[in-house]
């Protein structure tokens, strides 16, 4: 009688094992369903005011709730890799094609094959595989100190390595992207041994160690503490567009250079982004993707960040356009990557700090 009430019980602890299960199972399906058609998560490595507009003006047209994780970009590629198929990003956001490199590097994602995407954003702003997309760009422009005049000679990035410059340049440390980045084009245009004679002629010139980011680097070339820069035009932007009265007189205090307008052009980078090899609501992140090549996106990013967007025909935000019109670098972004770690030698050995 005993092993019968054991067996007994043991039967109804199955049933309602297996019913538990399956309505676990249930709620798991209908999760991933809610998920699948009302679910995006952005990993984020752009820090923007104007990012939250795009994802509030996404929503609004595809009715997919955005959930936003932001940290670091090397970070955030670690912790996709470490997450694996249990990882619940669907989009990698970042700036520099250097760190998408990376992420490309990093084996964690997958090409998007979409028509939109190929017919709006240029091919050279684009990975040869359809990892990533650019869809904004930014230019690294050399900018002087306006009251000290232009300083000469200061027309393309050659010249910043020319002794008639000994102690005039202020520059960001060689760890940062932007630099890396510049460097890689420099050496997929020039070679390698010429990449390292311009370092090390850059180096000479310094005014002081590499210190502080674009920002700071434009403060102290309008104050006069060193007459020569290279930063980024978005940074710029900034304080041209600024209403607060003493980032205004910041702007006033400079000048720019957009480099090698009688060659090569200027060298831009990208913001762009990619779909993680395991997100879970790939449809949702592809939809993500051609919205960020549209109108009503390239026009968030230009307004709200001073960016330049990667879709023809969509008009300039007031501060970048009273910069000027440029001629830009036509290298394929993704040469930035693979030039990366011979740049980053190059800066060791030049003692680019």
Known sequence: MKNVRHLIALAVTLAIAACSQGEANKETAEGAAKAATGALNVYSSRHYDADLQLYKAFTDETGIKVNLIEADADALIARIKSEGEFSPADILLTVDAGRLWRAEEAKILSPVDSTILAERIPAEFSHPQKLWYGFSTRARIIIYNKAAGLPAPLADYADLANPAHKGKICMRSSSNIYNVSLLASVISHEGAPAAEAWTKGVVANFARGPEGNDTSNIESVASGVCPISIVNSYYLARFMASEDPAMHKVAEGVAVVFPNQAGRGTHVNISGGGVPVHAPNRAN?????????????????????????????????????????????????????????????????????
């Open 285 to 353: 992140a592809v939809k993500f993707l051609e919205f960020m090549s549209s109108d009503t996106a390239q026009s968030i990013l230009t307004n709200g960040n001073h960016e330049y967007p990667v879709v023809a025909g969509v008009a300039l935000d007031a501060a970048i356009n009273k910069l000027g019109t440029f001629k830009r670098d036509a290298l394929d972004v993704s040469q930035l990557g693979v030039n990366q770690t011979e740049a980053v030698q190059i800066f060791d050995r030049a003692g680019w700090n």
